[in-house]
């Protein structure tokens, strides 16, 4: 059953802790994405990896980071320094970033900063 | 950088009617424009796209249309159903450069259809 996974789907944090999201994905997409949602503001880009090892900042990376050490793997840490972390973050991927090739997307980690 | 609009924010129609979003994007470098469809709780899904080759394009009750001189793109939904209230992204991207694979979503239109 190919697809992409996110955990967790809920996730508490007390102010201050950095905590990690995790998206897997086994459709073997070069490409993956993260996303952050708003409401009201859409999808905004946080990072985007095309390879392995290699990954680029989107539009709103600060106080985000994240790691591409296998492709069927990328994971999100939001760190204490984000200001506002409290959102919706999803995760997508595609075949190839260098092409316009359907992204596909998880079901969404909701964060909660307490 | 590229910049798009999206509306109406919410759309409310009765069941059989059509429903149209509009979008508008600032880069006329565009030339791929896809458009999402959310439900509750879950991850956007593509429902259409349509390159900048292409001036209209059709699947089932869906339809995009593109005018790349006005720099805006459309979804039409015809026969709308109780299962087609969501939310809807539009979204807008450009080959070449870094820009390879990124897309610039619209603001979302939440699409309610009464039985």
């Known amino acids: 059953d190919g697809g992409i996974t996110q955990s967790p789907k809920y996730l508490f944090r007390k102010e201050g802790q950095n905590v990690t999201l995790s998206c897997e994905q086994n459709?073997?997409?070069?490409?993956m994405y993260w996303y952050r949602q708003d409401p009201g503001q859409g999808l905004r880009l946080i990072y985007y990896?095309?390879?392995?090892?290699?990954?680029q900042k989107g539009d709103i990376a600060e106080g985000y980071s994240v790691s591409r050490e296998k492709k069927e793997s990328f994971p999100l840490t939001v760190t204490s320094a984000q200001k506002n972390p409290t959102a919706f973050y999803l995760c997508?991927?595609?075949?190839?970033?260098?092409?316009?090739?359907?992204?596909?997307f998880g079901p969404g980690t909701r964060l909660t900063v307490l | 950088g590229e910049n798009v609009e999206q509306h109406p924010s919410t759309l409310s129609v009765q069941e059989g009617d059509s429903a149209v979003i509009k979008c508008t994007y600032s880069?006329?470098?565009?030339?791929?424009f896809p458009w999402y469809k959310q439900e509750l709780g879950k991850g956007p899904q593509l429902i259409i796209d349509?390159?900048?080759?292409?001036g209209e394009k059709k699947d089932q009750r869906i339809a995009v249309t593109l005018n790349k001189t006005a720099k805006h793109f459309s979804l039409h939904i015809t026969e709308t159903q109780p299962e087609d209230s969501a939310v809807y992204f539009c979204?807008?991207?450009?080959?070449?450069?870094?820009?390879?694979?990124?897309?610039?979503f619209g603001q979302g239109t939440i699409l309610t259809v009464h039985p």
């Open positions: 997508a991927s595609s075949v190839l970033a260098g092409v316009h090739n359907e992204q596909f």
């Open positions: 459709l073997n997409h070069d490409a």
């Open positions: 990896s095309q390879i392995v090892n290699d990954f």
């Open positions: 880069d006329s470098a565009s030339n791929y």
């Open positions: 349509i390159r900048s080759n292409v």
């Open positions: 979204a807008a991207s450009k080959a070449g450069g870094t820009s390879y694979g990124k897309l610039t």
